[in-house]
């Protein structure tokens, strides 16, 4: 059982704003920033987003991310269908001094 | 460009010790600014964050296989390694070397292909 929790799916048509979260508790999101990342079938994970709602050069800014006290939340606008993939939440946990992921969200673009 | 590679065996059998290595090129393990992880995914599951390693020597490992795991690197060739002993079918997985980038925040900016490793007999 993962130490991040969320959802396991979510789901949106082509052009919608859909927005996935990620909870957690003070020792990891409380206390550090979150990361975000897609894994589209069949392929290693990409970075979406790092230190909670900054994107690294090359992802489109229809991905954003943000953090309020030990929940976190990724948001895809204008959803296309190569969005389809699982999303992952990461962030440092300072009990267990080691990275923590969510179980992974799987988004279904209708 | 960096890139990651995984290598190593396919298959192991239960009881006996796992081991890959990572290989980086283009960039310098030694230049002391990133980590450099180790992340395995079994089928149809999510991403297990298994260990890190720093040019320094520094490690740290996930706590629930701590027991069985070593991670080392060479700088020389440009390459981190690691080893799962007494493995089970549980530890069959898809493994990913990845390279935590301190200009990013430590995430994991870049990743191998993956090493799919099946322990079986």
């Known amino acids: 059982q993962s130490v991040l929790t969320h959802p396991p799916s979510a789901s949106g048509t082509p052009g919608q704003k859909v927005t996935v979260s990620c909870s957690g508790s003070r020792s990891n999101i409380g206390s550090g920033s979150v990361r975000w990342y897609q894994q589209l079938p069949g392929t290693a994970p990409r970075l979406l987003i790092y230190n909670n709602d900054q994107r690294p050069s090359g992802v489109p800014d229809r991905f954003s991310g943000s953090k309020s006290g030990t929940s976190a939340s990724l948001a895809i606008s204008g959803l296309q269908s190569d969005d389809e993939a699982d999303y992952y939440c990461?962030?440092?946990?300072?009990?267990?001094?080691?990275?923590?992921f969510g179980g992974g969200i799987r988004l279904t673009v209708l | 460009q960096v890139q990651l590679q995984e290598s190593g065996p396919g298959l192991v059998k239960p009881s006996q010790t796992l081991s890959l290595t990572c290989t980086v090129s283009?960039?310098?393990?030694?230049?002391?600014?990133?980590?450099w992880s180790w992340i395995r995914q079994p089928a149809g599951k999510g991403l297990e964050w298994i260990g890190r390693i720093h040019s320094s020597g520094s490690i740290n490992y996930n706590p629930s296989l701590k027991s069985r795991v070593t991670m080392s690197v060479d700088t020389s060739k440009s390459q981190f390694s690691l080893k799962v002993t007494s493995v089970t079918a549980a530890d069959t997985a898809v493994y990913y070397c990845a390279r935590e980038n301190r200009d990013s925040d430590y995430a994991f900016d870049c990743w191998g292909q993956g090493n799919l490793v099946t322990v079986s007999s």
């Open positions: 990461a962030v440092w946990d300072n009990s267990l001094n080691g990275w923590v």
């Open positions: 283009g960039d310098s393990i030694k230049s002391g600014g990133h980590y």
